[in-house]
Each structure stands twice: as C-alpha cells, then as structure tokens.
C-alpha cells in the first residue's frame, strides 16, 4: 500500500494538519530515500524520510502505511533514526 506524503504526515501525526503538511513538502523541506519530494510522492513501507522543522532534521523509517489510525497508534507508522540541529 502506498499513501500520499501529505497525508501520512498528517496520518502519522508528524505534522497536525495535511494543508500545513503540504506546504512544508511543497516548500523543498522533505525528502524521501534521498529524493526531493512533493506532496502527492507516494510513501510506502521502509521509505526514509527526512523532515526539517526550522533548526531541526527529523530522519525517520516508515513501519506502516495506513489510511487511518487512532492516535494512540499513530506512532506505530514510523520510527524515529535520528534528530539533529541545523544552522
């Protein structure tokens, strides 16, 4: 199964809102494998995907790739490789 990057970042409850999560791809600040990657790319299974939230890059492995998920499950999409600070 793969899932748009927009939505599973709004799934995985990386980023809260998918309208928000869309701007953030849209503006070059994720990657995906390596690749630049656009609101629409598709995410699957074991894809590493590298997030940058201001001053921070968030590297992350996806687990899972669902449509929906309860909150307390939403961790279990993905798992955290490492986070680092950025000047």
Request: cysteine-free.
């Amino acid at each position: 199964m793969k899932l748009r990057l927009d939505k599973f970042l709004k799934v995985s409850r990386l980023i809260k809102r998918r309208t928000l999560a869309k701007e953030v791809a849209d503006q070059g600040r994720v990657t995906i494998n390596g690749n630049q990657a656009k609101a629409g790319t598709d995410v699957a299974k074991g894809d590493e995907i590298v997030i940058r939230f201001g001053q921070k890059l968030v590297t992350i492995k996806v687990n899972d790739v669902k449509e929906t998920v309860r909150k307390n499950e939403a961790e279990m999409l993905y798992e955290v490789v490492k986070e680092e600070s950025v000047k």
